[in-house]
């Protein structure tokens, strides 16, 4: 095989080699969010996208990720890095599928098509079985375990919010490892073909649901054998008639909530490339494929969800602060920075679920959820950035990949009937939610610690926690700010045990200006 590839196998080489090709990712991007004219974004646009398509693993990923923002434009510059040209040719892909496999070609195909359709960890072709079946064969590059790490060590992971907030502030290890435990799952094909088979019993009972199943004895540890659905992409489907678009939008609205609700599993990577669309004399069909970024949810979560959604369909949000702040809490969200929020929470989320409010048929254009949620809760924003948990990746990926597609059919449905149908009768196992018990709050003077940082005389970041985490000051700061405190005969500690010995008293804890920064914490 050549070097090309398998770009990131392990040697020094290879890693400078890689590193070069991020530094030139970094740079179109850079040339894009600077364009000032039409011409200049295009040119920046395709640089950017020739760069991504050269690559495989993260940077493929994030151009997928960023096909989803532009659906209702057909000539979406990312939607080539869906579902991109093949990177290894067709003599590579044989040799390693046989490998794979361990016979030759011909004893299991009776036809195989050399142009494979590349995506961002596997290559994929289409084949036909000596029975006449149709199918994809799914392999991954070989050594994209190394062009993985590889990325992410040149991207540093993950940059720290906010001055870098440690503990009970951002979970930067959390996400990390989230981050990495999605990827190592992505290349588990073992575990791909126990989710796509599960995927496929779940929509045999479903006429408006496609899932490949598998074929047990062509598949492994780095390859899927499975069945092939034919279909349109979504950029066909947008020139569909008005009725067959809203029949799309309506089904994948249940997909989203049965698969939420009722299989408790969750297609985690939405972009267009993983879905088709079918439509014949018995109707419009979707397509799902792909199903190796899955999120399983959790009976304790799957209730919190389904107190919100209900709460929503049913108009019962908004005089429940209480029942909002025990949802979030049961689904993860950091209790010291969601209870500042408690009062806000309801409007929020109702915000956010807008579209399951509505009496009638939703229109998405009147939807303006960034600036909602802004209006909302002010200076909390940064809460609530920095509350949820990072095991909530996925679902919120699905559900903007949801709303994107809905948005971009142009259509109008009802999301609230399709909630009520899929939600009615469904016991909520935690009964407190109907009278919930609130998470505690302290009986002090203060209710909230809150710190402040500006820069040049202008807000920078604001966050407020419970006045009680005002005890483990030192858990909330960078570490990079400690020598400068001390150096200032600013002892964190002392002033941790003052405020817990005072009753949080209100009041100013320190300040600290450096150059044009400053930082203030105090109770309030």
């Not at 040149?154 to 930067?172: I, N």
């Not at 045999?204 to 199943?213: C, I, R």
């Not at 018990?437 to 710190?451: C, F, G, M, Q, Y």
């Amino acid at each position: 095989m050549t070097q090309h590839s398998l770009s990131g196998n392990g040697t020094v080489a290879s890693a400078l080699y890689r590193a070069a090709a991020l530094g030139g990712v970094a740079k179109s991007a850079a040339q894009l969010k600077s364009a000032r004219d039409e011409n200049a974004r295009i040119k920046a646009h395709r640089h950017l996208v020739e760069r991504l398509g050269k690559l495989r693993g993260i940077p493929r990923k994030i151009g997928q990720i960023l096909s989803l923002s532009d659906l209702e434009n057909e000539e979406n510059p990312y939607l080539p890095l869906t579902e991109g040209e093949a990177i290894l040719s067709k003599g590579e892909a044989i040799e390693e599928i046989e490998r794979l496999l361990g016979r030759r070609l011909d004893t299991v195909f009776r036809e195989f098509d050399g142009k494979g359709i590349s995506a961002s960890l596997a290559q994929v072709h289409r084949a036909v079985l000596h029975d006449g079946t149709p199918v994809a064969v799914k392999f991954l590059y070989p050594k994209i375990e190394d062009a993985l790490w590889l990325d992410l060590k040149a991207l540093g992971w993950l940059s720290l919010p906010f001055g870098g907030l440690k503990k009970k502030g951002f979970d930067l290890q959390g996400y990390q490892q989230t981050v990495k435990a999605i990827l190592q799952e992505e290349m588990n094909y073992s575990q791909e073909r126990r989710r796509t088979e599960r995927f496929h019993a779940f929509s045999a009972s479903h006429s408006g649901w496609q899932t490949p199943s598998t074929i047990p004895h062509l598949c492994g540890p780095r390859i899927l054998t499975m069945t092939w659905i034919e279909g349109e992409d979504f950029n066909r489907v947008l020139m569909w008639p008005l009725k067959d678009r809203e029949e799309i939008a309506r089904q994948l609205i249940e997909l989203f909530l049965r698969s939420l609700f009722d299989l408790k599993c969750l297609h985690g990577d939405p972009h267009p490339g993983n879905y088709r669309f079918i439509r014949n004399d018995s109707g419009v069909q979707i397509g799902l494929l792909d199903f190796g970024c899955v999120k399983e949810i959790s009976s304790k979560s799957a209730d919190a969800l389904g107190w919100l959604f209900k709460g929503a369909a049913c108009g019962k949000l908004q005089d429940n602060s209480d029942g909002c702040l025990q949802a979030l809490v049961r689904l993860g969200f950091n209790p010291d920075l969601t209870e500042p929020m408690r009062d806000r929470l309801p409007q929020a989320i109702s915000h956010i679920l807008s579209p399951f409010m509505s009496q009638g048929a939703f229109d998405m254009k009147t939807w303006n959820l960034a600036e909602d949620i802004e209006n909302t809760l002010g200076e909390l924003r940064m809460n609530f950035r920095l509350a949820g948990p990072p095991d909530l990746l996925l679902f919120i990926r699905a559900y903007q990949g949801l709303v994107q597609y809905v948005k971009a059919l142009n259509v109008k449905v009802n999301w609230r009937n399709l909630a009520q149908q899929v939600m009615d009768g469904r016991t909520i196992r935690s009964n407190s939610f109907s009278t919930p018990t609130p998470v505690p709050t302290d009986t002090t003077e203060a209710r909230h610690l809150k710190i402040l940082v500006t820069e040049n005389g202008s807000e920078k970041a604001q966050i407020t926690f419970r006045a009680i985490a005002a005890e483990n000051l030192r858990d909330l700061m960078p570490d990079d700010l400690i020598p400068k405190l001390e150096e200032r005969d600013i002892d964190i500690d002392r002033i941790s045990k003052e405020a817990r010995d005072s009753g949080y008293t209100r009041g100013v804890l320190f300040e600290l200006e450096e150059s044009l920064k400053r930082i203030r914490v105090w109770l309030e």
